[in-house]
């Protein structure tokens, strides 16, 4: 068959073509419906499916992340307990606002404990934050540095929280000498006062 008896093909009646013409007309018509069928409907559900697969990948992550915070879930919930507990013991180590006075003294009766002179103990005004109240104290005391030393560690022996801030030693005129420091005390704050529990 050559390119001359193309011409002689008839349209209508295929059945009388030779066999290789036959089959170039139902490869072209195979071919031609299969590329419209993916060009009308396969290419729309590729697309969807890549979107899908993308999703399902996110999806999975999300759920590696979520069994493994599962899976600690019970040291977790252990390690809350604990902190609540750790939370509470520093809650008791707050006085309220009737043992804020006897905080003073105990403060004060360390310094005398351990042969210091006080030239100066003043409370401030005490600073409200979150759920606590903080009472910064002024003290000025003469002594020497043992005595200090002993000062200090008494006061972090303290029942209640004491903390040392602002420590300044210096000789006085007298050749003894002084240390200048800001205690501060803190208070849990009531619901009534604005804390929160």
Partial sequence: MNISDLNELDVNNIASWPLPARIFVVALVFFGVLGLGYWLDTKDQRINLDKVEAKETELRQTFEVKAKKAANLAAYEQQLEEMKESFGAMLRQLPNKTEVA???????????????????????????????????????????????????????????????????????????????LLAKTYRYMDDEEGGTK
Avoid: C, W
């Fill in 102 to 180: 006897e905080l003073l003294v105990d403060i004060s009766q360390t310094g005398l404990a351990s042969g210091l002179e006080f030239e100066l103990f003043k409370p401030q005004a005490e600073l409200p934050k979150d759920f606590y109240a903080e009472l910064p104290i002024s003290i000025r005391v003469k002594g020497d540095y043992h005595e200090f030393g002993t000062f200090i560690s008494g006061m972090a022996a303290l029942p209640r929280i004491v903390t040392v801030h602002d420590v300044n030693i210096a000789p006085n005129k007298d050749g003894e000498l002084t240390m200048d």
